[in-house]
Nanobody
Framework: QVQLVESGGGLVQAGGSLRLSCAAS????????MGWYRQAPGKQRELVAV?????ISRYAESVRGRFTISRAKNTVYLQMNSLKPEDTAVYYC????????WGKGTLVTVSS
């Protein structure tokens, strides 16, 4: 079993920045993909950014150029700049081995 622990959410004004972190409990397990999804109130969970084990990353069009995903071993980071009110959501970390694991989520609130 892999447990994911997220941190870094909070309240920020529009135009501000936040950095999310997600650490996997098992350092020796091979994780093929790590990334971030988000779910805003009344909406479905959506991909924000993911990074594969080869270093290839993928971003949602709505965050491209503002968010940067990075990974160090089994920890993944999401640097979020130029935040907008529409970025307000619960952000979930995901890790994929032979199955998908999810964190409990961290709330990001962007005020206008």
């Amino acid at each position: 079993q892999v447990q994911l622990v997220e941190s870094g959410g909070g309240l920020v004004q529009a135009g501000g920045s936040l950095r999310l972190s997600c650490a996997a409990s098992e350092s020796s397990v091979s994780i093929n993909l790590m990334g971030w999804y988000r779910q805003a109130p009344g909406k479905q969970r959506e991909l924000v950014a993911v990074v594969m084990s080869g270093g290839i990353s993928r971003y949602a069009e709505s965050v491209r150029g503002r968010f940067t995903i990075s990974r160090a071993k089994n920890t993944v980071y999401l640097q979020m700049n130029s935040l907008k009110p529409e970025d307000t959501a619960v952000y979930y970390c995901k890790a994929r081995t032979w199955k998908d694991y999810w964190g409990k989520g961290t709330l990001v609130t962007v005020s206008s």
